[in-house]
T-cell receptor, first 113, second 114 residues
């Protein structure tokens, strides 16, 4: 079945610097890759997603890149701010076949003042 | 506020007991998903319902069951509870049964089994 590996498990960056979180997946049939942000005491919230027919997507300070050949995708946060501190989850799913969504184990991002 | 409500917020119970967690999806959403979040396993997909019917199953134990009612709210039943069942349980809702639509997560129910 599908497996999603996420690295690193913890990441600390200085405020204003960039943060990169990487995920790999095992099933080449996966075609949808969302990223969720979970703040303390809350449920996860979708921040950006990418489909398999696109290589890169950007939304203000957040971008996601997808390399289908290597089966990995990454989240990039630029000009980090204190409110970016949270746990980030990547996920992979496929439509129409063995429908499931598999999440990575999460990355705890700390933005240092 | 995602528009998804879950009750109760906290639940403390003993091993061997049975509990029911409740979820009300966002208005208009037909899909409900249940997830278990523990420290060592991350976010695990349990089961999905769409418009009252079971749509997909993930890593759901046989001791666990769920249903979605005609008013679209859903319940997750956990029985013969074990210490290892202690976790945060989230429900999420989506307008579609397709996984490529955004899922809106509720605030979760924290279950502690003693």
């Amino acid at each position: 079945g599908e497996n999603v590996e996420q690295h690193p498990s913890t990441l600390s960056v200085q405020e204003g610097d960039s943060a990169v979180i990487k995920c790999t997946y095992s099933d080449s049939a996966s075609n949808y890759f969302p990223w969720y942000k979970q703040e303390l005491g809350k449920g996860p919230q979708l921040i950006i997603d990418i489909r398999s027919n696109v290589g890169e997507k950007k939304d203000q300070r957040i971008a996601v890149t997808l390399n289908k050949t290597a089966k990995h995708f990454s989240l990039h946060i630029t000009e980090t701010q204190p409110e970016d501190s949270a746990v980030y989850f990547c996920a992979a799913s496929m439509r129409g076949r063995d429908d499931k969504i598999i999440f990575g184990k999460g990355t705890r991002l700390h933005i240092l003042p | 506020d995602s528009g998804v409500t879950q009750t109760p917020k906290h639940l403390i119970t003993a091993t061997g007991q049975r509990v029911t967690l409740r979820c009300s999806p966002r208005s208009g959403d037909l899909s409900v998903y249940w997830y278990q979040q523990s420290l060592d396993q991350g976010l695990q997909f349990l089961i999905q319902y769409y418009n009252g019917e079971e749509r997909a199953k993930g890593n759901i134990l046989e001791r666990f069951s769920a249903q979605q009612f005609p008013d679209l709210h859903s319940e997750l039943n956990l029985s013969s509870l074990e210490l290892g069942d202690s976790a945060l349980y989230f429900c999420a809702s989506s307008v579609s049964q397709d996984y490529s639509y955004e899922q809106y997560f509720g605030p979760g129910t924290r279950l502690t089994v003693t």
